[in-house]
């Protein structure tokens, strides 16, 4: 069965720091992986996600990730952190089919001190 | 683009009542929806699966007599939690996926919170 894992459940970075947010899955094929992010009280936004083809996936708000599939890894990255970006961030694995569901992990909480 | 949204945002009822949740996306045909359920400070437990003019696909443990969900359309999906008690309290949301951009992707509508008192 799949899993994801993301080891941080709190993170504190200072802003203009840079961030990086782990996230390994377990999949028996070639994973569909996404990043999204959660306000306090909102549902979710779609950060970005990778199907395939060049595993260095750029996203929305400078966030980017990369897959790596020897690690079974694809962490998340942000090289200059801003105090908006404090949210809860969660990083799933998509089933491949037509109705693809999709396994969450348990998020990671980034709190960004000014 | 792909906007999905709910109704109501939250809502507070008393125990035995049902409630109803709707989910649209409203820029884009959902021909599959889905629904979650998120405890507090917890990540989102899927509930269940549902595509548009078919009975709903159930996770294991959820109980499909008492959420229920229907897929009447290509834009709305509904979640009526019938005779609500306080440990149905939850925020739920929902999700869409665009048959024409890719069923792999969801898109989240902004969620529900649900309060039984």
């Given at each position: 069965?799949?899993?994801?894992?993301?080891?941080?459940?709190?993170?504190?970075?200072?802003?203009?720091?840079?961030?990086?947010?782990?996230?390994?899955?377990?999949?028996?094929?070639?994973?569909?992986?996404?990043?999204?992010?959660?306000?306090p009280?909102?549902?979710?936004?779609l950060l970005?996600k990778?199907f395939?083809?060049?595993?260095?996936?750029?996203g929305?708000?400078g966030?980017?990730?990369?897959?790596?599939?020897?690690?079974?890894?694809?962490?998340?990255?942000k090289?200059s952190?801003?105090?908006?970006?404090?949210?809860?961030?969660?990083?799933?694995?998509?089933?491949t089919?037509?109705?693809s569901?999709?396994?969450?992990?348990?998020?990671?909480?980034?709190q960004?001190t000014? | 683009?792909?906007?999905v949204?709910?109704?109501?945002?939250?809502?507070?009822?008393?125990?035995?009542?049902?409630?109803?949740?709707?989910?649209r996306?409203?820029?884009?045909?959902a021909?599959?929806?889905?629904w979650?359920?998120?405890?507090?400070?917890?990540?989102?437990?899927?509930?269940?699966t549902?595509?548009?003019g078919?009975?709903?696909?159930?996770?294991?443990?959820v109980e499909?007599?008492?959420?229920?969900?229907?897929?009447?359309?290509?834009t709305l999906?509904?979640?009526t939690?019938?005779?609500a008690?306080?440990?149905?309290?939850?925020?739920?949301?929902?999700?869409?996926?665009?048959?024409?951009?890719?069923?792999q992707?969801?898109?989240?509508?902004?969620g529900?919170?649900?309060?039984?008192?």
């Open positions: 069965a799949q899993s994801v894992t993301q080891p941080d459940i709190h993170i504190t970075v200072s802003e203009g720091a840079s961030l990086e947010l782990r996230c390994n899955y377990s999949y028996g094929a070639t994973p569909y992986l996404f990043w999204y992010v959660q306000s009280g909102q549902g979710l936004q970005l990778y395939s083809g060049d595993t260095l996936v750029q929305i708000k966030f980017e990730a990369e897959f790596k599939r020897s690690q079974s890894s694809f962490n998340l990255r090289p952190v801003h105090w908006s970006d404090a949210a809860e961030y969660f990083c799933a694995v998509g089933h089919g037509t109705a569901k999709l396994t969450f992990g348990t998020g990671t909480r980034l960004v000014l | 683009g792909a906007v949204s709910q109704h109501p945002s939250r809502v507070i009822c008393k125990s035995g009542t049902s409630v109803k949740i709707e989910c996306s409203l820029d884009f045909q021909t599959t929806m889905f979650y359920r998120q405890f507090p400070k917890k990540s989102l437990m899927l509930m269940a549902s595509n548009e078919s009975k709903a696909t159930y996770e294991q443990g499909k007599d008492k959420f229920l969900i229907n897929h009447a359309s290509l999906s509904t979640l939690v019938t005779s008690h306080p440990e149905d309290s939850s925020f739920y949301i929902c999700s869409a996926s665009d048959a024409i951009v890719g069923a992707t969801q898109y989240f509508g902004p529900t919170r649900l309060l039984v008192l």
